[in-house]
């Protein structure tokens, strides 16, 4: 599998309300117009016509999302394109990250990410988790632990995604980069 390049999502997640991407699946081709009638020549008799011009249709534009990103012009763009294209799964990537690295009873950053402070707990008792949390060491230890991708939290964080239909889109995206 290749290295997830998402350190920096957990930073941006707060932002990613802001972001509004739209995508679609277009169709190329256009119905062509009906041609006119074509001439006809009996024995006796001539009948001649103007044949008609087919139309032109034109179709709607679509995303292709990874494929479209793999033709960016760098890796840090294909991944760049990958997280403007595919917001909604990089949210539920971070939210795997909360849940497997900060939430997770034995997670390495469970003591700074589930907190008693309402503000700063990210790791809400019904097992949700709270994006709103203003908590920079919980951001700060998860960074830490996607950079260094030693911890069993960052595989469990991995199979989890590609596990979630919502999620897994993202990290297909990110395997078609350079």
Not at 34 to 50: I, L, Q, R, Y
Not at 101 to 123: K, Q, R, Y
């Amino acid at each position: 599998m290749k290295a997830l390049g998402f350190a920096a999502i957990l930073i941006s997640v707060g932002m990613m309300a802001a972001c509004t991407v739209t995508s679609g699946n277009g169709d190329t081709s256009g119905d062509g117009g009906a041609g006119g009638s074509g001439s006809t020549t009996a024995t006796s008799s001539a009948t001649t016509g103007e044949g008609g011009s087919g139309g032109t249709g034109e179709g709607g534009a679509g995303t292709g999302g990874g494929e479209v990103c793999a033709d960016a012009g760098s890796e840090d763009e294909c991944l760049d394109c990958c997280d403007e294209t595919y917001a909604d799964e990089l949210e539920a990537l971070a939210i795997h990250g909360f849940q497997q690295c900060g939430c997770a009873a034995d997670a390495a950053c469970a003591s700074v990410c589930d907190t008693t402070d309402a503000t700063s707990d990210v790791c809400n008792d019904d097992g949700t988790i709270n994006l709103d949390a203003n908590n920079a060491d919980c951001l700060s230890c998860l960074n830490d632990l996607l950079e260094a991708a030693e911890d069993a939290c960052i595989e469990a964080l991995a199979a989890a995604c590609e596990d979630d239909a919502a999620c897994s889109p993202y990290l297909e995206c990110q395997n078609t980069c350079p």
